[in-house]
């Protein structure tokens, strides 16, 4: 295979669009497709691929130094998705009033009922947001991930840079480093899984900093190039193996897998059919309208469901649904309608990437040199 350049390559952004994308099909459609078809596509597997593309650009030089490291994510990570968040909390209420979050009806997440706040839940959720803990706002399901992300990639450097000042010979390093990444995956998979122990974002978080250093050792040490034509056929069969022996679906939310050779074996070959198959579709509409989604994913992932929920009140609107009809978790029971599904999926991607659009089309209006 040759040498991968060191620039990004807009084949990455496909695969993070095809990612983002299930997780939006998925979160729009559940019961609409069958399990099997469901896990075959990537279900629950979707968030573990993003994990491990993240990894992809790291570099190790950087990595060991936390200010450098994590000052960029702060920019293009932290502050856009705790603006977005608090903005979710300030119009709380508003949500409240046009029946996105109905009076009595229990919230899904935390299972407490839903309420008007008052200026206690609304500091509260604001100091929330700012500290990375989320504050339980059903528009904003999906942050975990951003947080968890966030929280993975601050470990990931703080190891980094602990290993360094105690070993100064690299190679001897990154053995001590990897051992350390296994342990914990290791642990947090016997905390959740067997003991049944989760601390929120704490376990996922730990689990997130192994696949991360993944991803960075297959792009950058192993050159993954996804143009072998055998490796692709290999991958295939094998993850379609690990999906006909799982037991259960993956809900990295709550740190939930069958064991780490599900999650890394099943996680790395989808990842090389994924990068076969966008490599040879990246010129294509379809790749181009898929990259698009992986570039603005961090959007996509915090405003898909404000997209569900507008595409609920249109419904209401239009009398597909009447008022008051329950909305479960993000929207309503499609009974196996597939326009309806299209209609969600419509409204999930395009208000997101049209939000972020408008808002930089502004930006540059009234801030044309920044």
């Given at each position: 295979?040759?040498?991968?350049?060191?620039?990004?390559?807009?084949?990455?952004?496909?695969?993070?669009?095809?990612?983002?994308?299930?997780?939006?099909?998925?979160?729009?459609?559940?019961?609409?497709?069958?399990?099997?078809?469901?896990?075959?596509?990537?279900?629950?597997?979707?968030?573990?691929?993003?994990?491990?593309?993240?990894?992809?650009?790291?570099k190790s030089e950087r990595m060991v130094n936390p200010k450098s490291f994590l000052q960029p994510k702060l920019k293009t990570l932290y502050i856009p998705a705790t603006v977005i968040y608090v903005c979710a909390v300030l119009l709380h209420n508003v949500f409240v009033d046009i029946g996105w979050y109905p009076l009595g009806e229990i919230h899904p997440g935390n299972g407490q009922p839903f309420h008007y706040y008052d200026v206690k839940d609304f500091a509260l959720g604001v100091l929330k947001a700012l500290c990375c803990a989320g504050s339980g706002e059903l528009a904003m399901g999906a942050m975990w991930f951003l947080y968890t992300l966030l929280y993975a990639m601050t470990g990931l450097s703080l190891l980094a840079w602990t290993t360094k000042k105690f070993v100064d010979d690299e190679k001897q390093r990154e053995k001590i480093l990897i051992i350390i990444l296994l342990t914990g995956l290791i642990a947090s998979c016997v905390l959740t899984q067997i003991i049944g122990l989760t601390i929120n974002r704490l376990n996922v978080s730990i689990t997130a900093m192994a696949l991360i250093y993944l991803g960075k050792k297959v792009y950058q040490d192993y050159h993954w190039t996804f143009d072998n034509t055998f490796y692709f056929i290999i991958s295939s069969l094998i993850f379609v193996s690990v999906v006909f022996l799982q037991k259960d679906h993956i809900t990295m939310a709550r740190n939930k897998y069958q064991d780490i050779l599900q999650l890394c074996i099943g996680g790395c070959t989808l990842l090389y059919m994924w990068g076969y198959i966008a490599k040879r579709i990246v010129s294509t509409c379809v790749g181009k309208l898929l990259a698009s989604i992986g570039r603005e994913s961090l959007y996509v992932m915090a405003l898909h469901i404000v997209g569900f929920f507008i595409c609920n009140s249109l419904m209401e609107l239009l009398g597909v649904y009447q008022q008051g009809d329950p909305k479960g978790m993000y929207t309503y029971k499609m009974q196996g309608n597939i326009l309806i599904f299209i209609c969600y999926m419509v409204f999930a991607i395009g208000f997101s990437l049209t939000s972020i659009n408008l808002f930089r089309r502004l930006k540059s209006i009234i801030l044309p040199n920044r």
């Open positions: 295979m040759i040498a991968h350049q060191e620039k990004r390559q807009e084949y990455v952004d496909v695969i993070k669009g095809w990612a983002m994308l299930l997780i939006v099909v998925f979160h729009s459609s559940s019961g609409l497709f069958p399990k099997m078809v469901h896990s075959l596509l990537g279900g629950g597997m979707d968030v573990v691929i993003f994990f491990i593309v993240a990894g992809f650009f790291i």
